[in-house]
């Protein structure tokens, strides 16, 4: 069973710093990009920041600057540093990677998300 599983968030004062984690663990023939996005509450979901294999990234606008993605392709493993956080940056940050499953074939996986409150 192929899994994506995040860890980092919590609660932050404004100004502040945390570093998001999500691992796709399973039997995974291979990742090409993976993606952070992040749903406000009465909010749709919006991109943050996606990378590819090669470590090409692209972010959203409001975002750059503040945030950085990286990944570790030998761990499946993909990051989000989040720098001088602000209270509008409060959501449920969710991890996202189309993989392809040997037996299985190409799905679009989603982690459960990980809540990141930013305090005033």
Same mark, same amino acid.
């Given at each position: 069973?192929?899994?994506?599983?995040?860890?980092?968030?919590?609660?932050?004062?404004?100004? +502040? =710093?945390? *570093?998001? =984690?999500?691992?796709?663990?399973? #039997?995974? $023939?291979?990742?090409? #990009?993976?993606?952070?996005? *992040?749903?406000?509450? +009465?909010?749709?979901?919006?991109?943050?920041?996606?990378?590819?294999?090669? %470590? /090409?990234?692209?972010?959203?606008?409001?975002?750059? %600057? *503040? $945030? !950085?993605? =990286?990944?570790?392709?030998?761990? /499946?493993?993909?990051?989000?540093?989040?720098?001088?956080?602000?209270?509008?940056?409060?959501?449920?940050?969710?991890? /996202?990677?189309?993989?392809?499953?040997?037996?299985? %074939? $190409?799905? /679009?996986?989603? %982690?459960?998300? !990980?809540?990141? !409150?930013?305090? #005033?």
């Amino acid at each position: 069973q192929v899994q994506l599983v995040e860890s980092g968030g919590g609660l932050v004062q404004a100004g +502040g =710093s945390l *570093r998001l =984690s999500c691992a796709a663990s399973g #039997s995974i $023939f291979s990742i090409n #990009s993976m993606a952070w996005y *992040r749903q406000a509450p +009465g909010k749709q979901r919006e991109l943050v920041a996606t990378i590819t294999s090669g %470590g /090409n990234t692209n972010y959203a606008d409001s975002l750059k %600057g *503040r $945030f !950085t993605i =990286s990944r570790d392709n030998a761990k /499946n493993t993909v990051y989000l540093q989040m720098n001088s956080l602000k209270p509008e940056d409060t959501a449920v940050y969710y991890c /996202n990677a189309p993989i392809v499953v040997p037996g299985l %074939g $190409f799905r /679009n996986y989603w %982690g459960q998300g !990980t809540q990141v !409150t930013v305090s #005033s």
